[in-house]
């Protein structure tokens, strides 16, 4: 890939990453943060954890991000997870959005594993 072909779906990335995080953010999602995994992983360029404090909040932030991405014409690959279990995975192809509860953001420790990685400013 050219420099300019490479720069080009860095920023497209970015774009997509910055409305994913403005989709959870509106719906008030705490500690939001994004990681750029491409050097660490072959599953996803980026990874953007967020938390939520209930159940009903979990819904309307995994369906805003669904449906911004939907809108602006990216595929949604799956949804894995159970929002009675407090860990819904949002996987958009190069981006996978984890959405927690307190509880299963501390027992999994995602930021902690992920440390590694360069921590991308989105908001």
């Known amino acids: 890939m050219s420099h300019t072909a490479q720069a080009r779906a860095d920023a497209a990335l970015l774009e997509k990453a910055r409305l ?3 989709a959870v953010d509106a719906k008030k999602a705490k500690d939001i943060k994004a990681f750029d995994v491409s050097g660490l992983t072959l599953i996803a360029d980026m990874f953007i954890l967020c938390t939520v404090t209930s159940e009903p909040q979990l819904k309307a932030v995994t369906n ?3 449906e911004a991405v939907r809108d602006a014409g990216y595929a949604v690959m799956r949804v894995e997870g159970d929002h009675r279990c407090g ?6 192809g190069d981006i996978i959005l984890h959405v927690f509860r307190p509880q299963a953001r501390e ?6 594993l992920w440390a590694d ?7």
Do not use: H, I, M
């Open 20 to 22: 994913v995080a403005g």
């Open 64 to 66: 805003a991000a669904r």
């Open 87 to 92: 860990w819904l995975v949002l996987d958009f």
């Open 107 to 112: 027992f999994y420790d995602l930021d902690r």
């Open 117 to 123: 990685a360069p921590e991308l400013e989105l908001l």
